[in-house]
Structure formats: structure tokens, C-alpha cells
């Protein structure tokens, strides 16, 4: 991949919305749609825990934009995890997604995976980092979402590095995955580099 091929980007230039959740409580799992709290994914493994499933308790008829899809990223705003991330799988089910979350749906011009890699990035963390302190509180708004900038490559590289870095997701345990970063910025000697660490900075 050549270095000119990638471009700074922010956030907000490759989502197509970003929408803030449900706002209502919780109830007893009915057997089908699925309630996604901050709590219900897993400060590690960023997956949907299904350990203590619930419900929203409100009329889902009236909270059909409220279901996540495919290309959707979820952010949580406020408290001591703001900034964790989950994708959605479609495996995963009916979920709607809860008030103290964000949802970024990504543009159809992106890949997903690509994109949601970048969260998982020292350069995202100490954006959380820099950002949530200056309300004075932990809490991350989608205004500021939008500004984090990421780098780039065209669509067809996306999918290709996208794919690799879930499958390394699927392959290297969470304390590898912790501990060994993916891009290139982090100097990693797994580092795979599509380009020099400069271009990410």
C-alpha cells in the first residue's frame, strides 16, 4: 500500500449519523430483543456480554430507530468507561441500544471493521483521555466524537486490513491484544505497516 494512498480523516466524515440512545429502563429478558447498556459490554473483548440480558420496557414499536445494524459503532459517553466501543455483529441479535451510548453509523463508502480498529488504539485512548477531561467529568459528547481523526486508505484497502485485523481479534487473546498494539503508531513489532508511524500522527 503506498503512503499517498491514505488520508486524514475524522469521525464524523466517515459515519453517516451519529445518534445518541434509548432513553428507558430495563426489564426482564422477553426471549428476543436485547437491551445494550454500558455495562453489558465487556471492558476486554468489547463484545456484547450476554450474561445478564434484558430488555428495554417501552413500546418497541415506537423505538424501531433505536435497533442497531450492520456498519453500527457504539460509544460510551459518560462515567469511568466512557470511550469503550462495540460493534455490532448480526449475530448479536435484536439490540437496541440505551441512553448513556452513541451510535456511529458508519458510511457505506467505509469499511467497519477498519474503522472501529481505530478505537482500539493508543491514539484513541488518550484522545478519550484529553477530551473527558476537559468538561471537568468523564463524558466524551458526539460532537466530539466526530473530531477524532483517523487515517485512512481507500475502500478496498479498508476491507483488506479490516479483515485482517478481525481475524488477528479472532486469533490473538485479549491479554495479547492488550499488551501487542495493531497499528503502527503504537511500535509494535507486530505493527503491520502500511505505512510509516508519522502518517498516523
Do not use: C
Request: glycine fraction near 4%.
Amino acid at each position: 500500500m503506498e503512503v499517498s494512498s491514505w488520508e486524514k480523516r475524522k469521525l464524523g466524515d466517515v459515519s453517516s449519523s451519529f445518534e445518541y440512545g434509548l432513553n428507558a429502563a430495563s426489564k426482564k429478558f422477553d426471549g428476543k430483543h436485547k437491551y445494550i447498556r454500558i455495562t453489558d459490554i465487556d471492558d476486554e473483548t468489547h463484545l456484547f456480554s450476554k450474561s445478564n440480558l434484558t430488555s428495554p420496557d417501552i413500546n418497541l414499536d415506537k423505538a424501531i430507530e433505536y435497533m442497531l445494524r450492520p456498519n453500527d459503532i457504539l460509544f460510551a459517553r459518560t462515567g469511568a468507561s466512557v470511550g469503550k466501543t462495540y460493534k455490532y455483529i448480526q449475530t448479536d441479535g435484536e439490540v437496541y441500544f440505551a441512553g448513556f451510548l452513541i451510535r456511529a453509523t458508519i458510511s457505506k463508502d467505509n469499511d467497519v471493521d477498519f474503522i472501529y480498529q481505530h478505537t482500539l488504539t493508543n491514539k484513541y485512548k488518550n484522545f478519550i483521555k484529553v477530551t473527558s477531561q476537559r468538561s471537568g467529568q468523564p463524558g466524551v459528547n458526539a460532537k466530539e466524537f466526530r473530531t477524532f481523526e483517523i487515517m485512512i486508505p481507500k475502500h478496498d484497502e479498508q476491507q483488506k486490513v479490516g479483515d485482517l485485523l478481525k481475524t488477528f481479534d479472532q486469533l490473538i487473546t485479549v491479554n495479547q491484544r492488550t499488551t501487542i498494539p495493531i497499528f503502527p503508531n503504537q511500535n509494535s513489532t507486530l505493527s503491520l505497516r502500511f505505512h510509516p508511524p508519522s502518517a498516523l500522527n
